[in-house]
């Protein structure tokens, strides 16, 4: 297999919600594998290798993540769900020379298998990782905001498992929300107030 070519046996081939292996072969190497930066691409083939590869966000969820990111004009950011860091670096590589995003994972180990792959790259310096549960992270932050703690980060991305959360969101009059096929599904989610 050529690197960055699709690969049947990867773990973001399988994820893969579209009826037609053949369209998401050709999405991936049209759009998403010849604009992935090498960094991205050799952690993404690496993660592949990990008995919990499938965990891995897919390719071309890092790069919509990285448009919503720039669209968003996005500074100061949340990540909840490093794993060995594969979205984590598109989120760093979108963000601005100033920006910062605060990473929380149960799993400190997992991220130290990306973070050479991070440094390589010359963004480690806006990667603020905070092991530990998330709700536990998340509350040491609110706490430590002043005025309104919303207002304080403008992008945050989540991949646990959060049951019942896009029931909750879908009834929320304060956000708008649209839940799309791509990699396992995604769910994009705008606060309005
Ligand atoms: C689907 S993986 C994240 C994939 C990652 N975004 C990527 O691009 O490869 C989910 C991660 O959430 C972490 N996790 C699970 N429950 C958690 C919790 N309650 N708080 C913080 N992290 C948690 C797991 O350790 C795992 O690394």
Do not use: W
Not at 5 to 29: E, G, P, R, T
Not at 62 to 79: F, H, S, V
Not at 109 to 138: N, S, W
């Amino acid at each position: 297999m050529a690197a960055g070519s699709c690969d049947v046996n990867a773990s973001y081939d399988i994820k893969h919600l579209l009826k037609s292996d053949a369209l998401y072969k050709y999405i991936l190497d049209t759009t998403v594998f010849p604009r992935e930066p090498e960094c991205m691409r050799d952690l993404r083939l690496l993660t592949d290798k990990h008995q919990r590869g499938i965990m891995q966000s897919t390719p071309e969820e890092a790069q919509l993540l990285q448009l919503l990111i720039k669209i968003a004009g996005a500074r100061k950011t949340i990540e909840v769900g490093v794993f060995t860091g594969y979205s984590l670096l598109a989120t760093v590589l979108a963000l601005p020379e100033d920006a910062k995003v605060v990473a929380i994972d149960v799993n400190q180990k997992d991220f130290e298998l990306g973070l050479p792959f991070i440094q390589k790259a010359g963004v480690a310096h806006k990667v603020d990782f905070r092991e530990g549960k998330a709700l536990d992270r998340l509350e040491e932050l609110l706490a430590a905001v002043d005025g309104d703690p919303a207002a304080q980060y403008d992008f945050v991305s989540i991949s646990d498992f959060l049951k019942g959360f896009n029931a909750e969101l879908a009834a929320d009059p304060r956000v708008d929300v649209c839940q799309i096929t791509v990699g396992d599904r995604l769910t994009i989610c705008h606060r309005l107030v």
